[in-house]
């Protein structure tokens, strides 16, 4: 009996990605597997809804704002806008992708932390947290490094990223330093709140031996709960994020509304579908996190004490896939071994449903996952062409030149068998969350297609008998209808044209798997075929690991200082005269400058534009410009930029700068003295 009944919604959910960086193959390791999972799903019958969206807050979204001289709020939409772009690109269909920023998730989150405060989960305590007395304020997570008591490695504020991997709750650190300034942190008292975790042992324990999902999650939560559980403290000292109710001065931790967005995105579906949301948090629905393997604390521990406390559903399974390598190399971005999505992958023409195929397929979900150049167009040429693809092209291009159409033919019970035994095994291995187990066996069928077509040998047989070929290439037909159903979860979009070139008229995407078992029609009209896997071809996977290289190389170079400190960036997509009319560029004076006490990067300025006021505008040029060189200074400044707060300061507009091989700012001047206030352009 399959563990999704029928009458029981489904919510899929995938851990959300962070919008500080661009997507890359380890972020795909979650996403399509999760998405195969849905697709499947529907092909069984099952109702089932799918979100997602952008992890928005946290201290290394303002970290990365305050580098670029930007805000949060503009930065998370450029990488909001990259993912919901990507994911679209390879396939991966959510029903609602929102942001842990929009207003549902805030008010979500408020009302789920009133609600834990209200039933006595919630208190407060005074800690000690780090503070720098050169910047002048409390510093949170990314905003310190030191030494994990743990391990003794080198950690930050929340995380020993570097080594034992713990959590790390604000004031553990020892020998804590300021990572904006690089000087000495102290410890100072402060009030903050916390979630009693502690509490939820005894539930958690009996949550997790019926939990759901892939067995590596359950044991890890289960191996952490066995130890002491100790509260969290869930605010922080930041301006951004969800507000803490009842102090300005705090925001949650980003680990309280992030996965509140799985919620949050669930009530926008709902709205925007006329639905209910509470059919999934209320009720009984069969809830489903796919994440990553780094997350499991927080989704198997932390999020379904969190959601009892405050009265809502539990989730009903977990799935955590392995780590992801490059070219038997740890992932690591800095050092290069990564692969891009972008312009690694699809900006090179491969085709999003290879990338599918081969996370799919490569190695048990929970196990790690190597990417491999190499092992990725053995994959592809040996498997979806020389086997799949093989098959299907032989079968349609048979029939097209020998009977333009679906001929006659008895459908076997023989090949009914095997594709309702293949049916059924599929189905098992998605139901356990085995998607390499599915690839294979589906693979497996096309292998028994390829030996029925080459063991009748209907070239021969159209000679003697075109009756006895005809009902051979229906079976084969069959075969390739049931393979287009079950390969469409993990390659939709080539099983789109697949499809279409065995004569279906219904929509591939929403046929179920037991239409594979319903008898092809014969006289169904068919067009020449086209190839639908092109062999990858050794010179492109030597350009790929060329790329690759070099990539390692100019890392090793930037951190051993030999190589070039800068690249030059490629130039940005065309504008027209418009856009760049929409501009106003201005010469301004800089009357004032001082710098900004909580920020070791910023000046704020007073700029004579030839306006009856001065403009203040804050400028990321503290590390290069000493306040009293840049008074009387002409500079270029764009003046109708939308307003932004940086480092609690107002800024109305931004100082024009360009950037040398050492990092320093370069202001934009004109040439001679001008009026304040002169247009440019």
Known sequence: MSQFPSDKPVLVTCGLPYANG????????????????????????????????????????????????????????????????????VGVKFDAFGTTDDPTNHNRTTDIVNKLIENGYVFPKTIEIAYCSSCDRFLPDRYVKGVCPHCKKEARGDECDQGCGKHLEPGELESPTCTTCGGPAEYRKQEHFFFKLSEFKDFLIEHLEKLGGTTNARNYALGWIKQELTDWCITRNLEWGVKFPGHDDLVVYVWVDAPIGYIAFTEEWAEANNESWEKFWKDDGRIVHFIGGDIIYHHCIFWPAMLKGAGYSQPWAVVASGMVKIEDKTFSKSRGYVVWVGEDYLDHGFHPDLLRYYLASYTSHTKELNFSWKVFQDKINTE?????????????????????????????????????????????????????KYADTAMALASYGNTYFQSNEPWKLVKEDKDACGEVIANCIQIAKALCLLFEPILPEKMEDAWEQIGMETDVHTAGYAEGLVPVVSGTALAKPSILFEKIEDEKTE???????????????????????????????????????????????????????????????????????????????????????????????????????????????????????????????????????????
């Open 543 to 681: 350009e790929m690991e060329a790329i690759a290289t070099g990539r390692v190389k100019a890392a090793m170079e930037k951190e051993s200082g030999t190589g070039k400190k800068k690249e030059i960036k490629e130039m940005k997509e065309l504008i027209t005269f418009d856009d760049f009319s929409k501009l106003d560029l201005r010469v301004g004076t800089i009357v004032n400058a001082e710098k900004i006490k909580k920020s070791k990067k910023l000046l704020r300025l007073e700029v004579d534009l030839g306006e009856e006021n001065l403009r203040q505008v804050v400028a990321g040029i503290a590390l290069t410009h000493d306040p009293e060189d840049v008074k009387g200074k002409q500079v270029i400044v764009l003046v109708n930029l939308e307003p932004a707060k940086l480092c609690g300061v107002e800024s109305h507009g931004m100082v024009l700068a360009g950037v040398d091989d050492e990092g320093n700012a370069i202001l934009l001047q004109p040439e001679k003295e001008a009026d304040a206030g002169t247009n440019i352009g």
């Open 384 to 436: 979806l062409v020389g086997v799949f693809g093989n098959f299907l092209y032989r079968t349609l291009l048979f029939t097209f030149k020998n009977f333009k159409e679906i001929p006659e033919g008895e459908i076997k019970k023989e090949t009914l068998d095997e594709i309702a035994k293949t049916i059924e095994s599929t189905n098992e291995a998605m139901e356990n969350y085995e998607f390499k």
């Open 22 to 89: 661009m997507a890359h193959v380890g972020h795909l390791r979650t996403y399509i597997p999760a998405d195969i999972f849905v697709r499947s799903l529907k092909k069984m019958g099952q109702e089932v809804t799918f979100v997602c969206g952008s992890d928005t807050h946290g201290t290394p979204i303002v970290f990365n704002a305050e580098e670029l001289n930007t805000t949060p709020k503009e930065l998370i939409k450029i990488y909001h806008k990259h993912f919901d772009e990507t994911f679209k690109k």
